[in-house]
């Protein structure tokens, strides 16, 4: 579903559209399962092109995150991808997760290697039996079925990766294996994702490299994420957030600005894609898809509607 936004600051002309999708993680309780079924609900409404829903390293959230497909699937209207990782796991399993995926009526997945159980940091071993990469995963998906995949990116380079020509040749294997589609790691430097993305084009290398964009609820947390996965934390940006750890209020109408400030900037660089780490919260992300004019649709906007 294409969106038309009206009011991009500094945008040549009007009526620029916008599409968004958003990414769920299961979740590990009763408590949490209520949580994210809310957000899905709320978030649904604003006709996402897809919400993806992760999956942990080897198969450690099959069970969970196949249910958290089938919350997405009910709503209906909203196409769900299923992320799927190769670590830790034979062929012979993955292959199982999707068939079974697809049986519920999955058509869309998210490619991924997955970090060793160690976490971020302790070195990949490839199983034995298993797919050895993102890009040979790709490989095995495509040969399943026509499914829309998409891989992995990183603007300012994955950690393990000895230099950023190393991560273009990866994602060049994974789109010559059939990927779509691109998703980035999270970031704040749009500088640094333009100067990727031109990299990526004279690499010849064509598929949308579509930004991945967190909204801050705690800053503290994604600092320290941040630094684990090789994303740069601006001096701007920690010195907007910086005192405000007691603060919620005015942390939460600083994080709903940065982020729709960045997504404007983008806009202006010509991007109109956008996928949201959602963090299974609602409130952040709706307000910037309300600032990015993404309104929501069905039932409720048509009560607005009639009520103006
Ligand atoms: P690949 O594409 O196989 O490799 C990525 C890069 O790492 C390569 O470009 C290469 O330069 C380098 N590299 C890979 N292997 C080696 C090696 N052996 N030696 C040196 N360099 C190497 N993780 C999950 O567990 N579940 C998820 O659902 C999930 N979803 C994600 C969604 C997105 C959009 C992103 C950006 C990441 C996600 N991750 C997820 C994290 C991801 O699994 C890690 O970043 C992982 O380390 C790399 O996965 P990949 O698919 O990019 O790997």
Redesign the pocket.
């Known amino acids: 579903m294409r969106h038309s936004v009206k009011r991009i600051a500094g945008a040549p002309g009007t009526g620029k559209d916008i599409r968004v999708s958003f ?1 769920f ?1 299961p979740p590990k309780n009763p408590q949490m399962e209520a949580t994210l079924t809310d957000t899905i609900n709320r978030l649904s409404p604003l006709s996402p092109e897809f919400v ?6 080897g198969g450690s959230t099959k069970d969970t995150s196949r249910k958290t497909l089938q919350t997405v699937l009910a709503t209906g209207n909203t196409p769900a991808a299923a ?3 190769c ?1 830790g796991a034979t062929r012979d399993e993955i292959d199982a997760v999707v068939r079974d995926f697809a049986a519920l009526g999955i058509r869309r997945f ?6 060793p159980s160690g976490g ?1 940091g302790t ?4 199983h034995p039996d298993g797919y050895q ?3 040979h ?1 790709v490989a095995g998906l495509k040969a399943f079925g026509d499914f829309d995949i ?5 603007p300012e ?6 230099d950023l020509a ?6 060049k294997r ?1 789109v010559d294996n059939g990927a779509t589609r691109a ?4 970031f704040f430097d749009n500088d640094a994702y333009e100067r990727y993305v031109e990299r990526v084009r004279r690499a010849g290398i064509y598929i949308p490299i579509v930004p ?1 964009i967190v909204p801050i609820h705690n800053f503290s947390a994604v600092r320290n994420f941040a630094s684990k ?1 090789g994303t740069g934390i601006p001096a701007w940006l920690a010195d907007r957030f910086d005192g405000l750890d007691q603060d919620p209020h005015t942390h939460s109408l600083v994080a709903a600005a940065v982020a729709a400030e960045q997504v404007f900037d983008l806009v202006d660089r010509g991007v109109d894609d956008f ?1 949201f ?1 959602t963090m299974n919260r609602p409130d952040l992300v709706f307000a910037i898809c309300r600032l990015i004019g993404i309104r929501e649709t069905g039932e409720a906007a048509r009560r607005e509607l009639h009520a103006a």
């Open positions: 990414e993680f993806s829903v992760t999956y942990g390293a992320h799927i990782t670590v998210v490619a991924l290697r997955g970090d971020v070195r990949y071993q490839p990469n993102a890009a995963l998409s891989v992995a990116a990183y380079r994955h950690p393990e990766s000895a190393t991560d273009l040749d990866m994602l994974k998703i980035t790691q999270f991945g996965c996928h780490y």
